[in-house]
C-alpha cells in the first residue's frame, strides 16, 4: 500500500490492505463498540467513535482535548477526531490538575471527552470547566463532571480529507523541567516522523508482535501506529507499565520487539531474572525518549533467547521527533568504553546535529557544547507561543552533548539538569547503576551547593556505605557527594516516566 499520512484515513486504508493483521491490547476497550482483535477490528472501532463525535456535534475545524486512562483507544479516538474533520489535544491523564487547566485554557474551548479516570483528575477544578470547555463528553457513565453528556449517540459521520500543510494532531511536551507544552503537528511533519521509522521497519522484516507500553497521548505514539498500520507489523498496546503487569502480557502474547520508555525498561529489569522469563521472544527493544542505562542495556538483551537481539535507541523530542539511531547488540557492549557510553547514535537521513558554544559557534569533534537539530518532522507551532522559525533554522534540544569524529552523538544532559563539578550526571547514574546494581533508580541533582544522588533501592535498604563509596570515586563525583534514600515510588515522574530532577530539589531551590 501507499503511505498514508492522514490519521483520519489510516485505519480505513489499512484495513482494505492487511485487514486481517493483529492489532490489540492487552486491558479491556472499555468504551468502544467491540475489543479489536485485527486492524478490520480497529477500523471499525475508529468509524464507531466518528459517528458517535459527529452525533454529539463535534464538525471540522472543531479541536476535540482527550483526557483519559492510558489505553490504545486514546489511539483510535484521535484517528476518529481527525476523521471528523477536528482537531485532536492528546493531554496526559498524569499531568498536574493545574497544569492540564491550563491547557485546556490555551485549546481556547475545545470540546473534552473525558472517562472515570479523567473525570477525577479535573474534578478538582470542576467548577472552571464549564468557562474552559464548550463542553464535556464522557466515554463512561460514572465519569461525573457538571454537564457532562455520555458520548453514546452516533450519527452518520462525513469525512474530512486534509492537505499537508494542515494542523492534525496537538500533543504536548513532558514537562520534565517545568510546564508542558502545547505542540501543534500538521500532516506533513507527523509524517516526516514516520518516514525513517518505516525504513527502518522494512529493514528489519518485522514478522512477530510489536508490543508497545508508552503513554498514549504521546507524539511517538501516534506516529508508532501510522509506521505500524502503513507497513502491516501486528501490534499490541500495553496499558500499563506496572511489572506485574507487563510480565502477563509479554507472557500472553510473546511479541518479537518490545517498546518502553528507559524507566521503564530500568523497573522491568528483575523480570528478567523471573522464572519463566517474559523477554525470551524479543528480537528488538526500542527506546526513543531519553538514554537508556548500560546495565538496563546489558540485562534485556542478556534476557532474550534469540540469536542476536537488538537494542533500537532514538534520540529526540516531542518538538522534533527522533532525530538520531543507534542499534546495540551483545557484541557491542563488550567493546572497550561500550558500557558507559552515553552514545545516541547518528542523524537520520535527512536530519543533521551540530554542537555549538552558548554565542551559537559551532564547536569541533569531542568538544561539550549546546546540541543544536534540523529536521523537517519538527512541530509547526506551539500554543501560547511566539511563532516558530522555518525548519531550515537550527532547532536547540536544550541539552548538552559532543560529536564524535564518526558522526554520533554524545548525550551529557539537560541544560537544566547540569551539576557544577560533575561532566555528566547520566555518564555517573550509569557508573553508579553498574557498580551497584541494588539500586533500583540513581538520580544527580545540586542541593544548596552539594552534589547529590538520590537513590532508590530494590530491597528499600541503604546502600553500603563503604560501596557506595567505592562507587562514587569509580563515577567520577566529588567525594563530599551526599546520598539521599528514598522509596521509587516518591520519585516525581512525568507521563512519560522522566524524573522531573528539579522536583527533587527543595522548594526554595527550584527556581
Known sequence: MLPIADLGLLAESAAEHHGDTPLCADTPWVSACRAPDDVSDFAAVVAD?????????????????????????????????????????????AMEPPDLLRCLRELQRPHLVTDTEGAAVLRPGQQQLG???????????????????????????RVTRRPGTDPTLITHSS???????????????????????????????????????LSFVHVRMSTGLLTALNTGVPFLGISSPDPASVRAALLRYRPETLEAQPNMFLRWEPLARETPNPFTTVERYISSFDAIHPRTLRTLLEASERPNPTFIQAYGQTETGPVTLL??????????????????????PGMEVRVVDDA?????????????VRTPA?????????????????????????????????????????????????????????????????????????????????DGKPVDEDRWRSARAKAGLPEGTRVEHRPWEEFPLTG???????????????G
Open 327 to 348: 542499534m546495540t547488540t551483545r557484541a557491542d557492549l563488550r567493546e572497550p568504553g561500550r558500557p558507559h557510553s552515553r552514545d545516541v547514535g547518528a542523524a537520520f
Open 49 to 93: 467513535y466518528a459517528d458517535r463525535l459527529w452525533g454529539a456535534g463535534v464538525r471540522p475545524g472543531a479541536v476535540v482535548a482527550l483526557v483519559k486512562s492510558n489505553h490504545l483507544d486514546i489511539q483510535a479516538i484521535q484517528c476518529a477526531v481527525v476523521r471528523v474533520g477536528a482537531l485532536p489535544a492528546l493531554l496526559s491523564v
Open 496 to 510: 512519560t516516566m522522566k524524573v522531573r530532577r528539579h522536583r527533587l530539589l527543595p522548594h526554595e531551590a527550584r
Open 360 to 372: 551559537g559557534a559551532e564547536l569541533p569533534a569531542g568538544t561539550p557544547g549546546n546540541i543544536e
Open 175 to 213: 514537562g520534565t523541567t517545568g510546564t508542558p507544552k502545547l505542540l501543534v503537528h500538521t500532516v506533513d511533519s507527523l509524517y516526516a516522523h514516520v518516514a525513517p521509522q518505516m525504513r527502518v521497519v522494512r529493514s528489519l522484516d518485522y514478522t512477530g508482535i510489536s508490543a508497545k507500553c
Open 378 to 458: 519538527r512541530a509547526e507551532s506551539m500554543i501560547g507561543r511566539p511563532p516558530l522559525p522555518g525548519r531550515d533554522a537550527w532547532w536547540p534540544m536544550h541539552d548538552v552533548g559532543a560529536l564524535r569524529p564518526d558522526g554520533h552523538l554524545e548525550l551529557y544532559d539537560r541544560r537544566v539538569d547540569r551539576v557544577p563539578g560533575v561532566p555528566s550526571t547520566l555518564r555517573a547514574e550509569d557508573v553508579l547503576l553498574d557498580e551497584l546494581p541494588e539500586l533500583a533508580e540513581v538520580v544527580i541533582v545540586a542541593v544548596g551547593g552539594t552534589v547529590t544522588a538520590v537513590a532508590a533501592t530494590a
Open 131 to 157: 468557562e474552559i470547555v464548550t463542553r464535556v463528553l464522557t466515554l463512561t457513565p460514572d465519569a461525573e463532571l457538571p454537564g457532562a453528556v455520555e458520548l453514546n449517540e452516533p450519527a452518520a459521520h
